[in-house]
């Protein structure tokens, strides 16, 4: 598949080669860049306002990969799944090793207006075949992300998509939580992992808002899920404010005792996963998921530390819509 023109004035969409992430599929507009790999994922590996540093995580450890006889029986011989970093759609409910399938072939892609379809080669080992709908804004860093797992079995399924954001070390997270009242019945529900230790200092759960922050220096993993019926998170890292929007659905049964959206943290980055409810599939089936991102640089520096802070700068984005905080 050939390069792609936009004819959208400013919009430049191309084929590259990179030194780090290879043959990618590069948006720009003047305001914002994004690049989709097409060597292997397809992962959205770089994102970033004109000028600024990328805030995606993207892996250099050879080591950072999962692979061993459960994938050398159920894949191939010698198979293994990296990570690589920036996005990447997995299924819901977690599996392993189904769950890190090898993803390490050329992806195609067709032009769709003002961006592209990525379709990688079809899972035949649970029989789903994923896409992803990427499109950038003509003016701005707004970036429009569909996911769609299509169940290609003979087997009903009951999937969710769930998209998995894996952003830069070095930053902090901040989760809504919900305020919606509920007289005598719970509002609030915050599911653990168990690897996560409850009382682990990167976390800090507030009233409105839970915060995460990195810290390279601490290499224990956490992961955290939360009823977020807001439908957005944000990160801060590299003086910009990443800020991921998704639709929820008020009584749709979701994955992992419910939760909406999830986070995962080690030394090395942060992960943004945010969650579509469960569906029933049949054959030729699929469940999808959106989500909209924009990028905002920092204006004044923001004390992670310091929770009050932190939900005012929350607050201020809300109010401008993700905007010049």
Known sequence: MGPSAEKE???????IWHSEYGKCLQFSNGAATLAVTLDYG?????YSLAGSANIMFFNRDPSYRKYGPDFDRIFYPGAYWNIRGGNRLWIAP??????????ND??????????ARFTPPPRMQIGAQVSIEV????EGSRVAIHHTVRNIGKTTQRWAAWSITSVDAGGFEIIPMSDR??????NRHVAFWPYTDIGDSRIALGNRYAILRHDAANPNPLKIGFNAEDGWASYVVHSQCFTLQYSTIEGAEYPDFGVTYETFADDRMVEMEALSPLKTLRQGESVSLSETWSLTP???K????NPAQVAEFAEHLCRNNGENP
């Open 106 to 115: 050329p992806v195609e892609y067709e032009p769709i207006e003002r961006g």
């Open 94 to 103: 977690h599996s392993f090793p189904h769950a890190f399938y090898p993803d």
């Open 42 to 46: 397809p992962r959205i590996i770089h």
């Open 298 to 300: 920092i204006a004044r």
């Open 135 to 138: 499109r950038l804004a003509a």
């Open 9 to 15: 004035i400013g919009m430049k969409i191309e084929e």
């Open 302 to 305: 923001v004390d992670a530390q």
């Open 181 to 186: 009242q509920t007289g005598v019945l719970p």
